[in-house]
Every structure is written in C-alpha cells, then in structure tokens.
C-alpha cells in the first residue's frame, strides 16, 4: 500500500537561550497509510507536539522532508486539517462561522459553506448550537467543534494534537469513541497525539512510541483489536497487556524527563 | 447555585404549580430582581441629589452668585432654549466635539494599529507617543489660538491632540494582547497577512478599542470646554465663561450640566454600538 503520509529524516533544532543549537527531533522517519489511524505517545518533553505542527506546517523542519501522496509539502496546506489542544476556537464567531472558516478563507461562499457546515455539526452531535458563541459550550463540545472545523476543508491527514487533553475523564472517553465514529464515516488518515497510553491504544491502528531528547521513534507497535470498539474493550485483558507493553517502553523516559535540569 | 437555578426555573415557568420546597430551602432573589433592586438604589440616589441640590439653593446658600437650586438652572435652559441661544451655543460645541473626536478615532486607531503590526512604526514612534500621552496638552491651546485663530480649527485641533493618544495606546495594545493561539489557527488554515488582520487581529482588538473611545470621548469633551474657555465666540463652553464674568451662577451650572448630560449620553451610545459590535462578550455576561 502506498503510504498517504511519509515523513523522511527529518529533523528539527531548537536555538538555547545561549545561541547553541539544541536537536529536538532526530531524523524521524514515518510511513502512515490511507485511512490509518496513528498515534504518538511520549513523556512530555519528547518532541511529540513539535513533530506534529512540523508536519503540520506551523513550525519550519530544519532537516527532511514530509509528502502527502508523494508530494513535497511545506509550510501550512489545506491538504492537513489542524485540531489544536488548547481551545482555539475564535470567541468573536459562533459556532457556525467558526466551522466555516478554513472555507471562507479560501473563498468559498456562504451558501456552499454553511450547508456542509451543517452537516459537520450534525455529525459531531451539534445539532441546534450552529448559532452558539464558543463560550456558551462546554470543552467538550468546543472540541467538537474544533474537529469540525478542521474536518470541513476535508484534508487528506488530520492531525490532532493532543484534542482531548483537557477534558474530564468522562467526557474524554466519549469523546473517543466519537472520534473513531466520525473516522469511520469520514475515512481520514489521521495523526494523533496523546500522552495517555490507553487513548492511543483504543483509538490507532498502530502505536508509535517516542524517545526523549532528542525525539526519535522509540518502537511501531501495531494494535490488532477489530473495529468497531466498544469502550469497553479498555478493560479487556489484551487490551491492559498492550498498554502494560507501551508503559514499560516508555517509563524511563517518563522518570528521566522529571528529573531533567531546566534550560 | 441550587437554589438560585431554582428561582430561575419558577420565575419562567409561572403558570406551573409551585413545587413545594424541601424545608430549609429558600428563595433568593432571582437575577432580574437583584438586578431591578440595583437599578432602584441608582434612581433614589439621583432624586436625592437632585432634591439635595434644589433644598441647598432655596434655603441653604441663598445668595444667588455663590449657589443656583436646580429649578432655577432649568428656567433659565428652558429660557436659553425658547430664544435660540442654546441651540445655537451647543451646536457650535457639538461640531467642535464631532470633528475632533473623529479625526482623532481615525488618526488613533490607524496609528495604533499600524505601530502594533509594524516594528519599525514602533520603534520610531513609541518615545513620542509615551512622551505626549504623559504631557498635559491642554496647556498647547494658546499656541493652537495663535496658529488656527478664534474660530472652529482651534478647538478640533485641540479635542484631536488630548483625545488621540489614548485612543492609540488602546488600539494599539488591543492588536498585541491576540492571543497567539488564534494566530497559531490563522496560520495552521493558510490565512494571508491581510486576512489575519480582519479575522483575527481586528476582532481580538475590538473590545481595547472600544475602551479607548470611552477614554477618548471623556478627554475631547475637556478639549471643547478648554478651547472655548481659553478664546471663542460661541459655544457651551462659551456660555459658561461668559455668564461667569456676569455673576450668573445659574448659567454656569446649566453650562456644566450640559457637558456632563453629553458625556453620559455619550458613554452610554458607545455602550450600545458595544453591544451591537461585539455580541460575544454580552453572551459572557448572560452564560455565568
């Protein structure tokens, strides 16, 4: 199968207060599929968001190179949709335009945005709250909105950045099993960011482990549960021996990145 | 928070049963009744200023130069109006006001947001904004008599100066406090320089704006009282300065209260286009 992502040696250097280059991604090199689904988990501090808004386009790569169906890509494109972390949703708008706006910066018009927009809403179960502002919803529907928004330029790779990170466990869970709904339906090659192992575990194909300082990947390991998902599948014993697998890969990064030295 | 959720719900529904309480829980007063219970306490504070104002004239500082009761301040308005004299007198002031708060909005808003996007505007402009905004400036109105004269150019120069720089820090400021992750959106969906100006920037930087139209307006309406005080032939400020040289305390205070009467009515129609401009922050308000 070619590979709709691919991402060859690349690396990226951060400048030290003191003008020294410091390597904080070691020439990663990734292939991921059409419609699969991958995550990164790492300690924090490993380079995993800066990897992704890399590829994303947000931050320049100083080594390497990324393609999107064999095409070199750089800077920003409306070939990646971007779902932040944080809330990034433009106050001023309602729900409604905030959907639209990748589109309306293209020029798109509104008698063609607003109807697809509608229908995005519909399908992240936002139904009625088109005319909403950001600040009258909960994180968890700012987040559907926010995946709608970057589902309505209709990417070829949607990357996330750790979407979830700040919800309540509850509305994190639900919010999972949203997304491989909405995945299934929409059928995106999607890169994910998390540092919760048992989110990367239920929700990717495969599983990619990185290293800390500098990031590199550490171990590919693939999952092998069916689809659909049940949420229940997290309590299932294959599915605690998998995260047991990735926790212990990880766990010396995870302590020796707390006992780091600043700077 | 029960409890108020609960006055709220019976508040709407008020053709439903009252649901009895559990004992031990009480209504508070619903939001709209603190509200009204507020608004209350402002309108008998106003009638007893007023009240206090009219008593002190009629029995407590009788003589008429050093004090004037309220009701002799409105004959004599309703006395200014009927013979034209005030209209004329506060349309002079309105247009003075008018043209200088505009050019100064204008010139304040564009400056602001050229400075906040340009670093180079910056640097060469920040040493005599910060100097001008910190100087009293009222004090430049002899020179604004000698070089526009009398007449109206004085005044609007002098409304402009006081009122622009504010103006401009806000805006300004407005432009800096974006927060970076909506830059950070702007440039993940491929927006051109100018579209981040109108659909981020812009927006991000209205509510500072409009902050620095409130502060504006309040030191234009001082700019048409000096500049017509210093030197003019007409205007409120006129008036007041005019019947202050004849002993007549009751024009003076109607003078004074027809700036203040402006202000507020001003503060009041920014409030609104506030409102109107920027609906998001009034959803603020009415969510929590």
């Known amino acids: 199968m070619t590979a709709k992502l691919q991402v060859s040696n690349l690396s990226k250097y951060f400048l030290t207060r003191d003008g020294e280059p410091r390597k904080v991604l070691d020439s990663i090199s990734l292939d991921i599929a059409t419609n699969e689904f991958v995550c990164i988990v790492g300690a924090s501090g490993c380079g995993k968001t800066t990897f992704i808004r890399a590829i994303g386009g947000l931050v320049p790569a100083e080594e390497g190179e990324v393609r999107i169906d064999g095409k070199l890509v750089e800077g920003p494109g409306g070939d990646r949709g971007f779902v932040f972390q944080h809330d990034s949703l433009l106050p001023w708008r309602t729900v409604l335009d905030n959907v639209v706006f990748g589109l309306e910066v293209r020029g798109v018009k509104p008698a063609a945005s607003h109807p697809l927009a509608e229908s995005l809403l519909k399908l992240v179960g936002l139904t009625g709250f088109a005319q909403h502002y950001p600040n009258e919803l909960s994180g968890g529907m700012r987040q559907r909105v926010n995946l709608a928004r970057a589902l309505a330029i209709d990417p070829d790779v949607l990357l996330m950045d750790e979407p979830f990170a700040a919800l309540d466990a509850q509305t994190r869970e639900i919010m999972q099993r949203e997304l491989l709904k909405i995945w299934a339906q929409k059928r995106k090659t999607v890169l994910f960011i998390t540092h919760q192992i048992d989110e990367a575990a239920y929700l990717a194909d495969r599983v990619l482990v990185f290293s800390s300082r500098p990031g590199r990947v550490a171990a590919d390991i693939a999952i092998p549960f069916p689809r659909p998902r049940a949420l229940s599948l997290k309590r299932s014993p294959e599915f605690l021996k998998i995260v047991d697998e990735i926790w212990t890969l990880i766990e010396q990064e995870v302590v020796a990145s707390m006992q780091v030295e600043p700077g | ?288």
């Open chain 2, 1 to 288: 928070m029960s409890e108020a959720a609960l006055g709220h719900d019976k508040a709407r529904g008020a053709d439903a049963a009252p649901s009895p309480l559990p004992a031990g829980l009480r209504h508070g007063p619903t939001p709209a009744q603190l509200a009204w219970i507020s608004r209350r306490r402002a309108i008998y504070s106003v009638i007893g200023g007023l009240a206090l104002w009219e008593f002190t004239g009629q029995f407590l500082v009788t003589n008429p130069i050093l004090f004037s009761p309220l009701s002799k301040v409105l004959a004599v308005g309703w006395k200014l109006l009927m013979n034209g004299e005030l209209m004329r007198h506060m349309g002079v002031s309105a247009l003075e006001f008018s043209l200088g708060f505009a050019l100064s909005a204008v010139v304040g808003i564009a400056l602001g947001f050229l400075m906040a996007t340009s670093r180079r505007t910056q640097d060469i402009l920040d040493p005599w904004v910060s100097f001008f905004y910190s100087s009293p400036l009222v004090a430049l109105m002899p020179f604004f008599l000698l070089i526009f004269g009398i007449g109206l150019a004085s005044k609007v120069a002098i409304v402009f100066v006081i009122a622009v720089f504010p103006i401009l820090l806000n805006a300004f400021v407005g432009i800096r406090s974006a927060d970076p992750h909506l830059l950070e959106v702007a440039k993940a969906f491929n927006c051109s320089r100018g579209q981040i100006f109108t659909k981020i920037l812009m927006p991000a930087a209205l509510p500072f704006v409009i902050v620095g139209l409130r502060l504006g307006i309040g030191r234009a309406l001082t700019g048409v009282v000096v500049g017509e005080l210093f030197a003019s032939r007409a205007g409120v400020g006129y008036l007041i300065t005019a019947a202050g040289l004849s002993f007549d305390t009751a024009t003076v205070f109607l003078g004074v209260l027809i700036f203040s009467l402006m202000g507020v009515l001003l503060m009041e129609g920014l409030k609104y286009l506030e409102q109107r401009l920027a609906p998001w922050r009034k959803s603020v308000q009415e969510t929590h």
